[in-house]
């Protein structure tokens, strides 16, 4: 289990930012997905673009959010995370990122296989 005295930043910023591209993402899959059904052929490579450049920077979020939970002595991924904000000084807006990407990723894998 972690101390109780780890740092809330840079983690709390980390995943403020996925947050906000994950959102990003997912709209822009059901852009993506509406281009598909009505056949906007056009459009999807603007869309292929952008979805590129937004899974990069989730890429790199992810990378980044998981560098500093182990420079923290934590593990990867949703355990780290947990006991992160167990032990970390972290807001309710914090917590509201995390409990939100959650199923915003399930979303978003979801959407991507269609």
């Known amino acids: 289990m972690a101390s109780p005295a780890l740092p809330a930043q840079p983690i709390a910023g980390i995943?403020?930012?996925?947050?906000?591209?994950?959102r990003d993402f997912v709209a822009l899959?059901?852009?993506e997905q509406t281009a598909l059904v009505e056949g906007k052929i056009d459009a999807?490579?603007?869309?292929?673009?952008?979805?590129?450049?937004l899974a990069t920077r989730l890429n790199d979020c992810a990378r980044r959010r998981e560098a500093a939970l182990a420079g923290l002595g934590l593990v990867a991924g949703r355990p780290g995370m947990e006991d992160?904000?167990?032990a970390a000084a972290t807001d309710a807006a914090t917590r509201g990122n995390w409990?939100?990407?959650l199923p915003l990723a399930a979303e978003a894998r979801t959407l991507n296989e269609l």
């Open 15 to 22: 995943l403020a930012n996925e947050f906000a591209t994950l």
């Open 29 to 31: 899959l059901k852009e």
């Open 44 to 53: 999807l490579t603007a869309l292929t673009e952008r979805k590129s450049a």
């Open 84 to 86: 992160w904000l167990d």
């Open 99 to 101: 409990q939100q990407l």
